[in-house]
């Protein structure tokens, strides 16, 4: 067999595990094909590598990005209790406003028809 073919055969039957052992018996014959077989080892293991590395930082940045998300719905979340707060607050406030607003009319000593022309003409 030519070199040709050994290498042929050698890159044809790499991943087949029922030829290993021809493909064995080629690295030791053949030495390029065995620098070359080294050679793939370790850019297996640096792949490897590389794939956990990167499912380790895409792990982080989903990680992150999941707290910024919730940050933001929080916030979000606390505005729109804080608004809700405010408006019953105003509508408490201002029911008081109203409240006193009519009894500083009473006060004044008017009578109800007056209150009432009253409170249309500052459109309370």
Do not use: C, H, P
């Not at 500083?104 to 009432?116: F, Y």
């Amino acid at each position: 067999m030519s070199a040709q073919e050994r290498w042929a055969i050698y890159f044809k039957y790499l991943t087949d595990k029922s030829k290993r052992s021809e493909i064995n018996k080629i690295i030791l014959i053949e030495e390029g094909i065995a620098m070359a077989s080294e050679i793939l080892k370790n850019i297996s293991k640096d792949e490897i590598e590389r794939a956990r590395l990167m499912s380790e930082y895409k792990y982080q940045l989903d990680t992150q990005s999941k707290l910024v998300t919730a940050k933001r719905q929080g916030i979000q979340e606390g505005i729109e209790k804080g608004i809700a707060r405010g408006i019953k607050k105003g509508k408490k406030e201002g029911k008081k406003e109203v409240q006193d607003y009519i009894l500083n009319l009473i006060e004044q000593g008017l009578s109800r028809e007056e209150i009432k022309k009253k409170i249309e003409e500052d459109g309370v």
